[in-house]
Structure formats: structure tokens, C-alpha cells
């Protein structure tokens, strides 16, 4: 099984930046969707960004198109979350999470899809 460690988090000023990274190891890494969500106090944990592996094909949740990136180095196995013009609003634990194409089917970038999570990461962001 695929395991993930997740990294990047900080404290950042609105409308600042931030790289969070999810390297991977024990699984081939094409075989897989990697996906970013996160959660914050009080609230469900939700889909930021999923990349699945093979094609390239990415999701956003509409509150990050265009302010956040998806991408891949497939030499080092690992995905980044490129977070620009960060808000308040996106304070959160991230997490990272690997759903296997080999036996899941790829539904949507939910939660409940990916078995496989990171420690997360703490995103805060001050106004």
C-alpha cells in the first residue's frame, strides 16, 4: 500500500502563498489518484484538488479555481498544491489522500472515495 507524507503548511497573510507537497512511497505511482482536501474547526473535510496520475486530469472545488494548482513530479513521486491569493477562509488542516485505480473507481474528488491519507498540514491564514 501506498504511503503518503504530507508537508508545507505555515502561517501566511492574506493574498500570500503557500506549496504544500505529498510525496508518496510503497505503490506505483501511476496507478493512482492523489487528491488535497482539508478541514477546518467545526466543519466536514472537503475536496480541494485531485489529479489523477495516469491522464493528468485534474478537479478543483469551484472555492479554489483559479487560485490554486495541481501538479506532479513523477520522478520524485510526490504532488503539489500550488495555493496563491490565499484567503482566511482557507485556514484548515490539509491532507493529502491516494485513491488505487487498480481496485476504486474514481467518482469524484471526495473524500470518501481515497482510503490512503497523510498526517496533514496546517494552513493558516490571517487577515
Known amino acids: 500500500d501506498v504511503q503518503l507524507v504530507d508537508s508545507g503548511g505555515g502561517l501566511v497573510q492574506a493574498g500570500g502563498s503557500l506549496r504544500l507537497s505529498c510525496a508518496a512511497s510503497g505503490g506505483t505511482f501511476d496507478d493512482y489518484v492523489i487528491g488535497w482536501f482539508r478541514q477546518a474547526p467545526g466543519k466536514e473535510r472537503e475536496g480541494v484538488s485531485c489529479?489523477?496520475?495516469?491522464?493528468?486530469?485534474?478537479d478543483y472545488a469551484d472555492s479554489v479555481k483559479g487560485r490554486f494548482t495541481i501538479s506532479t513530479d513523477k520522478s520524485k513521486n510526490t504532488v503539489y498544491l500550488q495555493m496563491n491569493s490565499l484567503k482566511p477562509e482557507d485556514t484548515a488542516v490539509y491532507y493529502c489522500?491516494?485513491?488505487?485505480?487498480?481496485?476504486?473507481?474514481?467518482?469524484?474528488?471526495?473524500?470518501?472515495?481515497?482510503?490512503?491519507w497523510g498526517q496533514g498540514t496546517q494552513v493558516t491564514v490571517s487577515s
Open positions: 489522500a491516494a485513491l488505487y485505480l487498480g481496485t476504486y473507481y474514481y467518482s469524484g474528488c471526495v473524500a470518501w472515495n481515497f482510503l490512503r
Open positions: 489529479l489523477q496520475i495516469p491522464d493528468g486530469s485534474a
